[in-house]
């Protein structure tokens, strides 16, 4: 299912109560500006209201959003509004009847008695952010934490001080429980989504590879669902914000959850896929009582391809394993045998010419 965000809603609205440029007269917080007003415009904490109402002129403001045509205004500029924001009235614009209708997202802290004191820490920086994320693309209402046990309840309040703004639950709410998890045993779809949907992510934040796998203790008994990129869920970014961000936008977007992973893939992601790729596919050659190590030009074409990766990315991948050479097949012509050592197979080389190499990284 694919849902419009509550901007998209209060945008229609708007459009047809005749407002194109409301201005908020107030000073805008971060996040999705537009979108986190629509929520506020619709709860009734906020309302919009022309001149007359007011009772004088409202100042010209600039553009800091902008959604299916309507234009939000703010501070000083020269756009002209048609009408304001304000606080704490309900305004001349019905926005009762919209219902927002979105599946839930949920941090799991099932296992956060086996974090480390510094990934405790990282996890409730994630959650903050990963809270803010919800709120740019649903509701506040659609973020909650479950399986809060003690600990994690006391360090949750102290983090968030004065109050948590967020539902804080023993257990999950809603039976349609569906956990992402990079070893689940089918790929992550719109098509399972509804409002009635638990969307969980594991609350690790594993600075070790210490848990490997934990993420199929969480709720068993639910679906387990993996994000991948072309095959690949390594290449999906860890941190729980940027995976719910993910989410949220495939769940707002008519795209792919490849494209959308595309778009979100971070610089420490590829380097880590690259990393082990590298470890798993290098071929060793022996030359003049050297080792050399080295991958196939094809496959390093369809690497640059498939996973933009640039000269960066290989410069980065080849000091974790000291080095490589591209080499074109030619290079198999002057291979006068091969042996085993420590396990590895390696090629001896009769000589290394320069028609064989495409590029070294050192």
């Known amino acids: 299912m694919r849902f419009k965000k509550p901007k998209e ?19 805008p917080k971060r996040g999705d500006i537009f979108n986190r007003i629509s929520y506020g415009l619709v709860k009734g ?39 304001a924001i304000v606080r704490g009235r309900k305004g001349v614009v019905d926005f009762s009847d ?70 804080l639950l023993n257990k999950p ?74 989410i949220c936008q495939y769940l707002t977007e008519d795209i792919s959850l490849s494209e959308v992973v595309k778009r979100n893939i971070t610089r420490t992601a590829k380097l880590k896929w690259l990393r082990k790729a590298l470890e798993e596919s290098v071929v060793r050659f022996l030359v003049n009582g050297e080792t050399l190590r080295g991958i196939p030009e094809k496959l390093y074409n369809q690497w640059r391809e498939k996973f933009d990766l640039t000269d960066f990315h290989f410069k980065k991948g080849a000091k974790h394993i000291g080095g490589f050479l591209v080499f074109r097949d030619s290079i198999f012509d002057r291979v006068t045998g091969k042996e085993k050592r420590r396990g590895k197979e390696i090629f001896l080389l009769e000589e290394l010419r320069d028609e064989d190499v495409v590029k070294i990284y050192s």
Request: with cysteine; aromatic share 8%; charged share 30%.
């Open 173 to 246: 709410e809603k039976k349609n429980v569906i956990v992402l998890d990079p070893h689940g045993d089918k790929e992550f779809t719109h098509e399972e989504i509804t409002p009635d949907t638990l969307i969980v992510v594991g609350g690790i934040v594993d600075s070790g590879e210490r848990m490997v796998g934990a993420t199929g203790e969480i709720f068993p008994d639910a679906k387990h669902r993996r994000i991948s990129y072309r095959g690949s869920t390594e290449l999906v970014p860890d941190r729980i914000n940027d995976i719910v961000k993910i």
């Open 9 to 27: 809603l209060v945008a229609e609205r708007l459009k047809k109560a005749g407002f194109r440029k409301p201005k908020l007269l107030f000073h």
């Open 45 to 83: 904490n906020l309302g919009v209201f022309t001149e007359k109402e007011i009772g004088e002129k409202i100042l010209p403001g600039r553009k800091v959003d902008e959604c299916c045509g309507i234009e939000l205004l703010a501070l000083m500029g020269e756009e002209e509004a048609d009408s």
């Open 98 to 167: 919209i219902r927002f209708e979105y599946p839930t997202f949920a941090v799991d802290l099932s296992l956060y008695e086996r974090l480390l004191p510094r990934e405790k820490k990282s996890l409730l920086n994630q959650i903050e952010i990963t809270y803010g994320v919800v709120k740019d693309f649903f509701t506040p209402e659609n973020f909650v934490v479950t399986s809060v046990g003690d600990d994690a309840r006391k360090d949750l309040e102290k983090f968030f001080t004065p109050y948590v703004p967020f539902l």
